[in-house]
């Protein structure tokens, strides 16, 4: 049996349905802002545990995938970005969930980043330097492709692949 008949909307958030294994695979755009040789991130707390994603989210009908990313950096964070090119994609599988993870360049930034309550769980907004990136955990879980990112600036691998993510529940 092979891949049931894909449904994407504006081929931007996908459900790609898989007719064999019965799953959804879910595309999430996020950014990647480096600043002082220092990350944006979203710190977020699950059972007491630390987690620090990169700024992103979910896709309404009829957005493009750059729209999608603008919109939630707007939204979550109170700021207006520019959105450059996509730098790395990696893949996610936790608990039966499927991710392909689009991380684009955000080359710009417009205001200060400030965490709005209304739209996000997230508890604040830290800045991981390179040592930083290598131990925190992110979502996803490239840590130190990001380091090397900071370091040499051009990625040298920009599909990582399938991704080990520890799941917080």
Same mark, same amino acid.
């Given at each position: 049996?092979?891949?049931?008949?894909?449904?994407?909307?504006?081929?931007?958030?996908?459900?790609?349905?898989?007719?064999?294994?019965?799953?959804?695979?879910?595309?999430?755009?996020?950014?990647?802002?480096?600043?002082?040789?220092? %990350?944006?991130?979203?710190?977020?707390?699950?059972?007491?545990?630390?987690?620090?994603?990169?700024?992103?989210?979910?896709?309404?009908?009829?957005?493009?995938?750059?729209?999608?990313?603008?919109?939630?950096?707007?939204?979550?964070?109170?700021?207006?970005? #520019?959105?450059?090119?996509?730098?790395?994609?990696?893949?996610? %599988?936790?608990?039966?969930?499927?991710?392909?993870?689009?991380?684009?360049?955000?080359?710009?930034?417009?205001?200060?980043?400030?965490?709005?309550?209304?739209?996000? #769980?997230?508890?604040?907004?830290?800045?991981?330097?390179?040592?930083?990136? %290598?131990?925190?955990? %992110?979502?996803?879980?490239?840590?130190?492709?990001?380091?090397?990112?900071?370091?040499?600036?051009?990625?040298?691998?920009?599909?990582?692949?399938?991704?080990?993510?520890?799941?917080?529940?």
């Amino acid at each position: 049996m092979g891949r049931a008949k894909t449904t994407l909307h504006c081929g931007v958030w996908a459900k790609v349905q898989n007719a064999k294994l019965g799953g959804i695979m879910i595309i999430r755009p996020a950014g990647i802002y480096i600043e002082n040789d220092k %990350l944006l991130t979203m710190r977020y707390q699950y059972s007491g545990k630390d987690r620090y994603n990169l700024p992103g989210g979910n896709h309404e009908d009829g957005e493009e995938i750059r729209a999608v990313l603008a919109r939630e950096f707007t939204e979550e964070l109170c700021v207006e970005v #520019t959105v450059g090119d996509l730098l790395f994609t990696a893949e996610t %599988l936790v608990e039966g969930r499927e991710v392909l993870h689009l991380l684009f360049d955000i080359t710009s930034i417009i205001g200060v980043p400030t965490i709005n309550i209304k739209e996000t #769980t997230a508890i604040e907004l830290v800045w991981l330097g390179e040592k930083s990136l %290598l131990n925190a955990s %992110l979502y996803p879980a490239i840590g130190e492709n990001l380091a090397r990112l900071i370091s040499v600036s051009k990625p040298t691998n920009t599909h990582l692949g399938r991704i080990h993510q520890e799941w917080i529940a």
